[in-house]
């Protein structure tokens, strides 16, 4: 069992618990994507990829997102999603939640592969703008984590990181906000 089934599920990122914030956003609107394309059920879904339903609702709902599960189940619901997209872009969106959950939590050395690879580096900025410029009515995540995604990625902007460029980027990305 992966340390992420192991703690409580929450269901929701909340700023109230500002220890450790868990992006699923990306990776769960992939999957209902192709849940609603298939015009199946969260358990439809799983048996199709041979994985619980239970593995499926918690990558759907945040309490373990893609980018934690175990590698066996991650792979296996990357090949469900690839009946109608290439892997890349289920592992994509999920490389992305996890990069967003690293600039949340404050991390200024983190994984940022997805944005240097020529392979997924465009696909990664176009998610990455998806995620946090749309209409807060619409937004993937909520106004208040895009304010503190902004406030975060200007401090890895400043740190002088080797990672500082992500959070440059980010900034980039974020809308403006209210003073």
Not at 116 to 127: E, G, K, M, Y
Not at 134 to 152: G, M
């Given at each position: 069992?992966?340390?992420?089934?192991?703690r409580?599920a929450?269901?929701?990122l909340?700023l109230?618990d500002?220890?450790?914030?868990?992006?699923?956003?990306?990776?769960a609107?992939?999957?209902r994507a192709?849940?609603?394309?298939?015009g199946?059920?969260?358990e439809?879904f799983?048996?199709?990829?041979?994985?619980?339903?239970e593995?499926v609702?918690d990558?759907?709902?945040g309490?373990?997102?893609?980018?934690a599960?175990p590698y066996?189940?991650?792979?296996?619901?990357a090949d469900a999603?690839?009946?109608?997209?290439p892997?890349?872009?289920?592992?994509?969106?999920?490389?992305?939640?996890?990069?967003?959950?690293?600039?949340?939590n404050?991390?200024h050395?983190?994984?940022?592969?997805?944005?240097t690879?020529?392979?997924?580096?465009?696909l990664?900025?176009?998610?990455?703008r998806?995620?946090?410029?749309?209409d807060?009515?619409?937004?993937?995540?909520p106004?208040?984590?895009?304010?503190l995604?902004?406030?975060r990625?200007?401090?890895?902007?400043?740190?002088?990181?080797?990672d500082?460029?992500v959070?440059?980027e980010?900034?980039?990305a974020c809308?403006?906000?209210?003073?």
């Amino acid at each position: 069992m992966s340390p992420a089934r192991e703690r409580p599920a929450t269901g929701q990122l909340a700023l109230e618990d500002p220890v450790e914030h868990r992006v699923a956003e990306l990776s769960a609107s992939l999957l209902r994507a192709v849940m609603i394309t298939y015009g199946e059920t969260q358990e439809e879904f799983a048996a199709r990829a041979g994985v619980a339903a239970e593995v499926v609702a918690d990558a759907l709902g945040g309490t373990c997102p893609a980018w934690a599960l175990p590698y066996d189940e991650f792979t296996a619901i990357a090949d469900a999603v690839a009946a109608i997209w290439p892997s890349a872009v289920f592992e994509t969106a999920a490389a992305c939640d996890l990069l967003l959950t690293c600039v949340l939590n404050g991390d200024h050395v983190m994984a940022t592969d997805v944005l240097t690879d020529p392979c997924t580096q465009d696909l990664a900025r176009a998610l990455l703008r998806t995620a946090i410029t749309t209409d807060v009515q619409d937004s993937l995540l909520p106004e208040d984590l895009i304010t503190l995604l902004a406030d975060r990625a200007a401090a890895l902007a400043d740190s002088g990181s080797p990672d500082a460029w992500v959070g440059a980027e980010l900034l980039v990305a974020c809308p403006r906000r209210q003073s």
